[in-house]
């Protein structure tokens, strides 16, 4: 069965104090890996996807990277505003219609909070 | 900037009614979806659309149905509510091509009481 799991559920971080966070997957044939982050009474907003193994991609104080079994979101001296949900979601090879994301599958989340 | 707009940020309602959740997309988006979002229980697709009048069952479908007459808008119908679909739902859009990312609304916090 496809799955998804995050970890840490939740992470207290120190403003500056660099961490990652995990997302593990088991999916029959990986078509993509995908970075979310949530703000409380928002909507998931996108960050990043990832392809293949090896591909990193970054954006501000944030890195994400890619193996064949896990993704890491590396945080790198966090501020009190990158508090948030951050979710994971990978794509599997395609059930029913071909180009359609209703095979997207998310984990539940990792929630951030810095201190300042 | 894409914007996916739901019509209503919380909603109160009692069991047994029939509840409309609106949700319009302005970026020409062939797909659309429709999430639930549930404490220690993620995110769960409950319908989604790739095409107008196309529809496709996803993995908590039971108890609700989705129409989409237009391109830009999906309504969730949840046709007689019950206590256990209290949540918040999410609805998205994206471009057809795989891997492209999905763009979320606000939510509606439903509240069945």
Redesign the interface.
């Known amino acids: 069965e496809d799955q998804v799991t995050q970890s840490p559920e939740a992470l207290r971080l120190q403003e500056g104090e660099s961490s990652s966070l995990n997302c593990s997957y088991t999916v029959s044939g990986l078509?993509?890996l995908?970075w979310?982050r949530q703000d409380p009474?928002?909507?998931?907003?996108?960050l990043f996807?990832l392809?293949s193994a090896g591909e990193e991609k970054e954006k501000e104080r944030l890195k994400a990277t890619l193996t064949k079994k896990e993704s890491f979101l590396h945080i790198t001296a966090p501020k009190p505003e990158d508090s948030a949900t951050y979710?994971c979601?990978v794509?599997a090879r395609?059930r029913?219609?071909?180009?359609?994301?209703?095979n997207?599958i998310?984990?539940?989340?990792t929630k951030l909070s810095v201190k300042p | 900037d894409v914007k996916v707009t739901q019509s209503s940020r919380y909603l109160v309602k009692r069991t047994g009614e029939k509840v409309f959740l609106e949700c319009v997309q302005d970026m020409d988006h062939e797909n659309m979806f429709w999430y639930r979002q549930d404490p220690g229980l993620g995110l769960r697709l409950i319908y989604f659309s790739y095409d107008v009048k196309m529809k496709e069952k996803g993995d908590i479908p039971e108890g609700y149905s989705v129409s989409r007459e237009k391109k830009e808008r999906f309504s969730l119908i949840l046709e007689s509510a019950s206590t256990n679909q209290t949540s918040m739902y999410l609805c998205a859009s994206s471009y057809q091509s795989y891997n492209s990312p999905l763009h979320f609304g606000n939510g509606t916090r439903l509240t069945v009481t």
């Not at chain 1, 029913?96 to 209703?102: E, M, R, T």
């Not at chain 1, 998310?106 to 989340?109: I, L, N």
């Open positions: 078509r993509g995908f979310y009474g928002k909507g998931p907003e996108f996807t392809y979710l979601a794509q395609v029913g219609y071909g180009g359609s994301q209703g997207l998310f984990g539940k989340g």
